[in-house]
């Protein structure tokens, strides 16, 4: 059974009980023991995520379980070169290097710097098939959970090939954020904390690692709302870059925020899609942080938008990159991960207020979809309410209270370019 609801420009359809968990409750399961350990974010009838420690932390496993109930097909592909959803850099570059630890390639095999072979990073990537065989000390916890959103927190390093790890050298520190309605925001730092450079080639940046050339005859193709199918590298970054199948009903889309595209500023494409940048060099004391938002898509369901296009796809990118405006309520824009101090939290994916409820406030969608808009409210005072009032209609969401904040997303899209959002009222 299925309740809709459309009312003064909202449409919002919501799942009765798919399972033992209600349609929009995120629930979550540590399994397994250090190095070894997973943990799986579900939110049923929608998607599962099961991220790998002996990886760094890759979203190992991915299962849009609108179109695959049983999680039969795992998105990410199968077998031992599986890495993860989202991968971070590939190649490095060539370069004059001086010293024993000159670069990973003569550390890995001295005999080619007496052969007078250059200097050269390798293949640098986060997370890796070669995390595990290396030893290399990976972390991964869960440090927030509630029926309306999940966070696990990692730390792992770049490895090259499964032949040698920079952990001594650089450290990558993931933050997962997972909502309901198929959004994972992802958090990376990167860190140097030796004495190494780490020197980059153009491909150091998040892509999506959906089966490129699948056994099965599932593989993915990626577009932009430029080009309808990649075939090579794109001299320039655009909004989105988007993964789907003739094979399978599920799309994957990946973008980053607005600000970011300064450094990640061109696209790639090597059996994997997504963003690269222009050769940076990463010297020691390096510490940069930036974030990027997956969004899941399917046909024909109720909590996934239907991807079908880069072009379809734009408004749900430009809803992360250009977020709506919201009047009438306190931002909080000084919270750590929003870059540009706007009150949107990039880091997050979700609008900052502050205020002990209740709260009523306009919200602008802009040229964005208006899709799930979620919330996180600073000090609120009094239980999570079960739904939220949309131009005075009420509407589904999934909320908690954690911490003395309110999370808050609402299951559905907001279509009028312009709301009344009335929460705990």
């Known amino acids: ?9 909202l449409a919002v359809i919501v799942c009765c009980s798919v399972s033992s968990a209600q349609a929009g409750d995120l629930t979550v399961e540590e399994s397994g023991v250090s190095p070894d350990k997973k943990i799986t ?51 490095g570059r060539p370069f004059k290097g001086e010293g024993e630890a000159c670069c990973a390639e003569h550390i890995s095999d001295p005999k080619k710097k007496e052969n007078g072979k250059s200097c050269y990073d390798g293949c640098m990537d986060w997370p890796s098939a070669g995390h595990k065989k290396l030893g290399v000390r990976s972390e991964l916890a869960v440090t927030e ?13 770049f490895t090259w090939w499964a032949k040698y790890s920079n952990e001594k050298d ?19 730092r990167v860190q140097m904390i030796g004495q190494r450079t ?29 080009v309808d199918k990649v075939t090579k590298s794109l001299p320039k970054s655009e909004e989105l870059v988007l993964g ?3 094979a399978v009903k599920s799309a994957v889309l990946l973008t980053i925020p607005a600000e970011a595209q300064a450094l990640f500023d061109r696209h790639l494409l090597h059996m994997r899609f997504g963003y690269g940048s222009n050769k940076i060099d990463m010297p020691p004391g390096y510490d940069h942080t930036w974030a990027c938002l997956v969004q899941l898509g399917t046909q024909g369901h109720d909590l996934l938008p239907p991807l079908r296009t880069a072009k379809d796809a734009l408004p749900f990118a430009t809803q992360y990159r250009v977020p709506a405006k919201i009047d009438g309520a306190e931002l909080v824009k000084d919270a750590p991960g929003d870059f540009n101090k706007d009150g949107f939290n990039e880091s997050e994916g979700c609008h900052v207020l502050k205020g002990p409820g209740p709260l009523a406030f306009t919200y602008e969608r802009g040229a964005g979809a208006g899709f799930a808009p979620a919330f996180r409210i600073v000090g ?8 939220a009032k949309v131009d ?24 009028a370019p312009k709301a009344k959002i009335e929460i705990g009222r």
């Open 380 to 387: 609120w005072n009094g239980p999570a309410a079960p739904s």
């Open 145 to 157: 959970k509630s029926a309306a959103r999940v966070r696990v927190s990692g730390r792992g390093t």
């Open 392 to 415: 005075g209609k009420e509407v589904p969401s999934a909320a908690a209270v954690v911490d003395g904040n309110l999370i808050v997303q609402m299951l559905g899209t907001i279509a």
């Open 170 to 188: 650089a450290a990558v520190t993931p933050l997962y954020t997972f909502y309901p309605a198929g959004q994972i925001i992802l958090q990376v």
């Open 1 to 9: 059974m299925r309740v809709t609801i459309r009312n003064l420009g």
């Open 244 to 246: 789907t199948s003739a």
């Open 41 to 91: 974010v579900t939110s049923p009838g929608v998607y599962k995520a099961v991220l790998w420690q002996e990886s760094g932390g890759g979203i190992n496993e991915f299962y849009d379980l609108a179109a695959d109930p049983e999680a039969s097909h795992n998105l990410v592909g199968t077998g031992a070169s599986v890495r993860g959803l989202v991968e971070i850099g590939w190649h």
């Open 198 to 226: 780490l020197h980059w080639g153009p491909e150091y940046g998040p892509h999506l690692l959906l089966p490129f050339n699948a056994k099965d005859g599932k593989n993915f193709s990626y577009s932009t709302p430029t």
